[in-house]
């Protein structure tokens, strides 16, 4: 996971450098966000295990980077749900969440024949 959120903050860099014309709103901004940086920071997020640690730095991290695009310090001391709003995202646990229940979706809808079903059909009866 460590490696995945260095992957999606140099991503992160290297887009802000375009985006950072001061004659361009933040939309630009929260869409190329949303579009290439979020899902390098998600990639393969569905099969992880998530310890609160984990959760917790990637939530600093994606919040850090919304922030930065709105352009508010972290002394302003605007809360997180405002910031939210302002980027029209939400927090990167329901992201998680969301993409897992996704995923759980998809195999589940596989033919019965196909081994990635018959393995989570297998782990969901044993656990």
Same mark, same amino acid.
């Given at each position: 996971? /460590?490696? !995945?959120?260095? !992957? +999606?903050? +140099? +991503?992160?860099?290297?887009?802000? /450098?375009?985006?950072? #014309? =001061? &004659?361009?709103?933040? &939309? =630009?901004?929260?869409?190329?966000?949303? &579009?290439?940086?979020?899902?390098?920071?998600?990639? %393969?997020?569905?099969?992880?295990?998530? *310890?609160?640690? $984990?959760? %917790? !730095?990637?939530?600093?991290? @994606?919040?850090?980077?919304?922030? !930065?695009?709105? %352009?508010? &310090?972290? *002394? /302003?001391? @605007?809360?997180?749900?405002?910031?939210?709003?302002?980027?029209?995202?939400?927090?990167? @646990?329901?992201?998680?969440?969301?993409?897992?229940?996704?995923?759980? %979706? $998809?195999?589940?809808?596989?033919?019965? /024949?196909?081994?990635?079903?018959?393995?989570?059909?297998?782990? #969901?009866?044993?656990?």
């Amino acid at each position: 996971m /460590d490696v !995945r959120t260095v !992957r +999606a903050l +140099a +991503a992160f860099r290297q887009l802000q /450098d375009i985006c950072a #014309s =001061p &004659k361009l709103s933040n &939309k =630009p901004d929260i869409n190329v966000y949303g &579009k290439f940086v979020l899902p390098i920071s998600l990639y %393969g997020s569905e099969t992880w295990t998530w *310890t609160e640690v $984990q959760m %917790g !730095r990637l939530q600093v991290t @994606h919040f850090n980077r919304l922030r !930065r695009m709105v %352009g508010v &310090k972290l *002394t /302003d001391r @605007h809360r997180l749900e405002t910031i939210r709003e302002q980027c029209g995202t939400s927090s990167m @646990h329901l992201m998680v969440h969301r993409r897992t229940l996704q995923w759980m %979706g $998809q195999i589940l809808r596989m033919e019965e /024949d196909r081994l990635p079903r018959q393995l989570f059909l297998l782990i #969901s009866k044993v656990c």
